[in-house]
């Protein structure tokens, strides 16, 4: 078992600087250098492989919100996300079935529809609530406070 718990070390460590430090598969080098120090002082196989799963596991748990706020990472807004909470004007009726309308935000032309699939009359004005795919949600303005 020794080479098995250094191959897995040797193989997490590389996956880890592969990812360019996203902090993925460090948990299982950590767990792999406890599994190793119980093989060298002779503990059974069984022992060390359940040691290793449950070092991994609770170093993931305990350190990796910690770890995802050390490395900064933020989502970032497409220029799509921009246009929630927008407001813009139903400029034709697709489909009524189907509730899919096209409204216009800030000068672009978007498929649009409603949480509840109705379909708003051409003219009416709407805020962005959110995006799915391709599409807008919206609902009526007139039922929303907009924040300036």
Known sequence: MLW???LVIIVACLMEWATQVQLISVW???GGVVALILHLAGVGREIQIVVFFTVTI????LTRPLAKKMTGFKKTATNADMNIEKIGKVTKIIDEELGIMRVKVENNDWSATTENKSVLPVGTEIVVQAIEGVKLIVKPAKDTVVKI
């Not at 609770?58 to 748990?61: C, K, R, S």
Request: aromatic share 10%.
């Open 4 to 6: 098995v718990w250094i």
């Open 58 to 61: 609770l170093a993931i748990i």
């Open 28 to 30: 299982a080098a950590l």
